[in-house]
């Protein structure tokens, strides 16, 4: 268990390479900061790579910063709602709008470093 507040929900399975966190609210939570109420679910393969999943199920965010404090060589994919990421001793993705994105699912796919 990572969390469970009025605020945040969120629990890491090491030994499924799972973390997941609700925001209800901007804040932290374990390696995750968002700057607004979103879902995140990663999947670390185990190969190297990750999957970071991202949704906005208020589907009112117009703009979004997530990071998460692993160090990530590369972004491999990214759907057009992206509009920036940074790598190196973390990663740092910033979404435009995505109110019109009707909640569904962002996929990130990342190289980890």
């Known amino acids: ?5 009025d605020d945040q929900q969120g629990v890491q399975v090491p030994s499924l390479g799972f973390t997941g966190v609700n925001f209800w609210f901007g804040g ?18 185990g190969d190297g790579t990750a999957v970071i999943c991202v949704s ?6 117009t703009s979004l910063t997530l990071t998460w404090r692993r160090a990530v060589a590369s972004v491999t994919s990214r759907p057009a709602t992206v509009t920036g990421a940074t790598t190196g001793s ?6 435009g709008d995505l109110s019109g994105t009707g909640g569904a699912t962002q996929k990130i796919t990342v190289r980890l470093g």
């Open 90 to 95: 973390s990663l740092t993705l910033t979404f």
């Open 28 to 45: 932290t939570v374990g390696a995750l900061t968002a700057s607004a109420p979103c879902a995140v679910m990663i999947g670390d393969r």
């Open 56 to 61: 906005d199920p208020m589907r009112m965010q």
């Open 1 to 5: 268990m990572l969390a469970n507040t």
